[in-house]
């Protein structure tokens, strides 16, 4: 038996092909609240009985104290943008015919923070610190998905 560690990556016995996985990612509890909320045109958080913090998205224990979180409450659609890139490419690396602003928006009275895309804004036009209220897709066309809310927009 051989103690020698391989050093360089093409040392390694290695193969190159695709892989098929199929698997189904179940959404947990609070997930579920999460997207069933989002279908009646609601964003529900989690609240920690113990420091009060409002979790959106929800989460079963409080990030802060983890304590056990026992309530479910909605949050309002508006919120601040606290951080946002913009893309110029797509997903599989094809380039944007018009560049897109994501954000990372803090709902009002809630912690943590939703990833969306903003709407009705230029690119330089957008900052931390800005205020966006939730556009949604249109009652019968919701799904229980993030894209219920179709763009976050800016309000004055
Ligand atoms: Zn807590």
Redesign the pocket.
Known sequence: MSLERPRLPHEIRHWFGDMECDYVYTLGIAGEKFYAGLKEGRIIGSK?P????IWVPPSLY?P??F?ETSEWVEVPDEGTVYTFTVAYVGPDGEPLEEPEVYALIVLDGANGGLLHKLGEVRPEEAYIGMRVKAVWAPEGERKGAITDIKYFRPVE
């Open positions: 920690c113990s420091c009060g913090a409080c802060e104290c304590e």
